[in-house]
């Protein structure tokens, strides 16, 4: 793997060796190994739309394989806003740094960007197209959250829900569980925002079974994971949604209504707390199905996995690794399941 782009670029084995590198990379990804195979390498991590995770989990997981870190963020303090074109800003910031995330507004220009260069560069996120990074991750999620519980993901039941239409992270995720046997995916949105059709057919292709729904509170039999995303306001130009009501709030109701006692619940983030969004409740904060967080957590071990996989130091995350010296908490948030502490990890 040269660069991560898509995940069209992954068959089932490539991701399986993504996911295996992630897990050995878990005792210092969740602070308790520390690891220096990037030492003397610089990450550039180039942002020119909003992150909080993708952007911050990145430079951490950078930073813990004992890389550092040279970052922009936004058009406006960048060189791009003196009409720099894509080609020159790769190539120039490719003669700083030894990899590149870039995250950008338009489809396909993180891939114009690595055609400018020969180092690896990772999407971030290329507007309304695709996020490989999240749905590497949420697929490592929904593995371990299945382990705990025995299931395994071939065979299961997956509820996506919200912004279809616009959102990258359930575009690429889709596209990946799809390399997985006999899924099936109810896909619920409201009216003019569901998934396209081009990715419905390619799932189905593969011999999915796909449902389309606009209404939320109907029961889901046998739901494993119920995936719900945020409308993606920043890409809406001239549409109005309808039917984006509270009939649509993933909370608990719906979850003890509609769901099952192991359903994991799982969302990319930001979920959207302005008044009136109906974006995931609040009011599952303290469920243990509640995986949000464990997945935002997992972000830095796959990302690690991402780049010991593009800069080839893999097997220098089978140890032996030194142990940290500093104090961390046993559990990371007050809300955080009991079987989910820090130490609940196998060391290699
Ligand atoms: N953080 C994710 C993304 O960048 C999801 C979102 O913004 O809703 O696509």
Not at 40 to 45: C, E, F, I, T
Not at 66 to 82: E, I, P
Not at 145 to 172: N, P
Not at 198 to 218: F, N, P, T, Y
């Amino acid at each position: 793997m040269e660069h991560l782009l898509s995940v069209d670029q992954l068959d089932r084995d490539d991701v399986e060796h993504l996911l295996a590198v992630a897990r050995a990379a878990e005792p210092v990804a969740r602070r308790r190994k520390v690891c220096r195979a990037l030492e003397g390498a610089v990450l550039g991590n180039l942002f020119f739309e909003a992150s909080t995770r993708t952007r911050m989990s990145f430079a951490a997981a950078f930073c813990r394989l004992g890389g550092s870190v040279c970052d922009t963020t936004g058009f406006t303090f960048s060189s791009m806003a003196k009409g720099e074109s894509i080609h020159d800003t790769s190539r120039v910031i490719s003669g700083y740094v030894d990899a590149l995330v870039v995250r950008h507004p338009e489809l396909g220009a993180v891939a114009q960007f690595a055609q400018a260069t020969n180092i690896p560069v990772v999407n971030g996120g290329d507007g309304p197209g695709e996020h490989p990074s999240q749905a590497l991750l949420d697929i490592y999620t929904i593995g371990k959250e299945f382990e705990r519980l025995g299931k395994s993901i071939d065979g299961a039941h997956v509820a996506l829900i919200g912004d279809l239409k616009h959102g990258r992270t359930v575009h690429s995720l889709i596209r990946l569980l799809s390399l997985y046997r006999d899924l099936r995916f109810t896909l619920i949105a409201p009216p003019g925002l569901e998934m396209p059709s081009e990715l419905c057919e390619a799932v189905g292709a593969r011999g999915h079974h796909l449902e389309m729904r606009q209404i939320l509170r109907q029961p889901l039999e046998g739901l494993d994971v119920a995936y719900a995303t945020r409308i993606q306001r920043e890409r809406l130009i001239d549409e109005t949604v309808e039917g984006y009501t509270p009939e649509l709030r993933v909370d608990h109701a719906f979850l003890d209504a509609c769901c099952g006692t192991d359903t994991a619940l799982m969302h990319p983030l930001p979920r959207d707390s302005t008044p009136g969004a109906n974006d995931l409740s609040t009011d599952l904060d303290k469920d243990p199905r509640l995986a949000i967080f464990r997945q935002s957590d997992s972000g830095v071990a796959v990302r690690m996995a991402i780049f010991a996989t593009l800069l080839g130091v893999e097997q220098q995350l089978q140890g032996p690794l030194r142990d940290v010296t500093w104090r961390s908490p046993r559990r990371i948030g007050p809300d955080d399941a009991a079987f989910y502490t820090l130490d609940s990890i196998v060391c290699p």
